[in-house]
C-alpha cells in the first residue's frame, strides 16, 4: 500500500514563504515523478510542479514559476514545495501526487496516489 503524508502549509502574509513536504511508503521512491496540486475553495485543481524520477528535471506551473521550488529527497522518500513571496492568489489546498511513470505530467488523471492535503492560505 502507498502512502503519501503531508506536512507543513498553514498561514502567512503576502510576501511570505511556506514549505510543504510529503513523505511517501510503500513504492521504489525513485521510480516514481512525484507533483504537486491545488484546488483553491470553489475551484478546479490545477497543477503546480512537478519533478522526475531522479530529480533532475523539474516543471512548473507560469503561475508559480520563479517562486515555488520543488525537491526531493530519493535517499527519505521526501518530495517538497518551497513557495516564497506567496501571493493570496495562491491560497488553496495543496495535494502531493505520484505519478504512473518516472518522467513529468501535468495532468492530474496521470497520478494514482494522493496526499491527504494541506491548507496553504495567504492573506494580503
Known amino acids: 500500500q502507498v502512502d503519501l503524508v503531508q506536512s507543513g502549509g498553514g498561514s502567512v502574509q503576502a510576501g511570505g514563504s511556506l514549505r510543504l513536504s510529503c513523505s511517501a511508503s510503500?513504492?521504489?521512491?525513485?521510480?516514481?515523478?512525484m507533483g504537486w496540486f491545488r484546488r483553491a475553495s470553489g475551484g478546479e485543481g490545477e497543477f503546480v510542479a512537478a519533478?522526475?524520477?531522479?530529480?533532475?528535471?523539474?516543471h512548473y506551473d507560469a503561475s508559480v514559476k520563479g517562486r515555488f521550488t520543488i525537491s526531493r529527497d530519493n535517499s527519505r522518500n521526501t518530495v517538497s514545495l518551497q513557495m516564497n513571496s506567496l501571493k493570496p492568489e495562491d491560497t488553496a489546498i495543496y495535494y502531493c501526487?505520484?505519478?504512473?511513470?518516472?518522467?513529468?505530467?501535468?495532468?492530474?488523471?496521470?497520478?494514482?496516489?494522493w496526499g491527504q492535503g494541506t491548507w496553504v492560505t495567504v492573506s494580503s
Open positions: 519533478i522526475v524520477g531522479s530529480g533532475q528535471d523539474t
Open positions: 501526487a505520484r505519478s504512473v511513470g518516472r518522467t513529468w505530467r501535468d495532468y492530474a488523471g496521470d497520478y494514482i496516489n
Open positions: 510503500g513504492l521504489i521512491f525513485d521510480r516514481s515523478a
